[in-house]
T-cell receptor, first 119, second 112 residues
Framework: GAVVSQHPSWVICKSGTSVKIECRSLDFQATTMFWYRQFPKQSLMLMATSNEGSKATYEQGVEKDKFLINHASLTLSTLTVTSAHPEDSSFYIC???????????????FGPGTRLTVT | KQEVTQIPAALSVPEGENLVLNCSFTDSAIYNLQWFRQDPGKGLTSLLLIQSSQREQTSGRLNASLDKSSGRSTLYIAASQPGDSATYLCAVPSGGYNKLIFGAGTRLAVHP
């Protein structure tokens, strides 16, 4: 149980185009989903937190107009990288959980990641 | 602001050795701490989650301990195997919605 999928697993796009990445919780409903970015040999950095039916909360330094997040249902969140540039090339990982504010104790379940390469 | 540090950054050992990976965090007011494994180019696999009320958790050859007061956790790997080669990350929830703050990881290489 607690499986999270991401699609696509890898994508190559040209500079200036937009790319959409999907994150799905397959066997549970996730009230909250998280999007992380990981550069080579670095750790995961949280980009934004999304809750179903409301606007995402972005971390400091993350451009909300560039990284559009839509959490349309309790099982699906999408990240769209708009007008992608080579510096956006990274490994993007989502996670899903049943976390609520101050609930504590809940595990997050991670997707397999999406490798984005912008040429 | 919560900060998570992992030591060592990299470790190379022969097969069969017992290992200790260290994780420290600056804000001891945590709900839990998780250890993850990440293979190259892959996502994260949750290994162990320790609740703030617990002192340790065990799964097979893995044992994780938590000392909240000192802001430290250790991951003990017994009888290491080449298949244990991966990056090990620890993470703690911070702020609302339990967003996770990750350490930089320990890259482990176990050679035959």
């Amino acid at each position: 149980g607690a499986v999270v999928s991401q699609h696509p697993s890898w994508v190559i796009c040209k500079s200036g185009t937009s790319v959409k990445i999907e994150c799905r919780s397959l066997d549970f409903q996730a009230t909250t989903m998280f999007w992380y970015r990981q550069f080579p040999k670095q750790s995961l950095m949280l980009m934004a937190t999304s809750n179903e039916g409301s606007k995402a909360t972005y971390e400091q330094g993350v451009e909300k107009d560039k990284f559009l997040i839509n959490h349309a249902s309790l099982t699906l969140s999408t990240l769209t990288v708009t007008s992608a540039h080579p510096e956006d090339s990274s490994f993007y990982i989502c996670s899903a959980g049943l976390a609520a504010i101050h609930s504590g104790g809940d595990e997050q379940y991670f997707g397999p990641g999406t490798r984005l390469t912008v040429t | 602001k919560q900060e998570v540090t992992q030591i060592p950054a990299a470790l190379s050992v022969p097969e069969g050795e017992n290992l200790v990976l260290n994780c420290s965090f600056t804000d001891s007011a945590i709900y839990n701490l998780q250890w993850f494994r990440q293979d190259p180019g892959k996502g994260l696999t949750s290994l162990l989650l320790i609740q703030s009320s617990q002192r340790e958790q065990t799964s097979g050859r893995l044992n994780a301990s938590l000392d909240k007061s000192s802001g430290r956790s250790t991951l003990y790997i017994a009888a290491s195997q080449p298949g244990d080669s991966a990056t090990y990350l620890c993470a703690v929830p911070s702020g609302g919605y339990n967003k996770l703050i990750f350490g930089a990881g320990t890259r482990l290489a176990v050679h035959p």
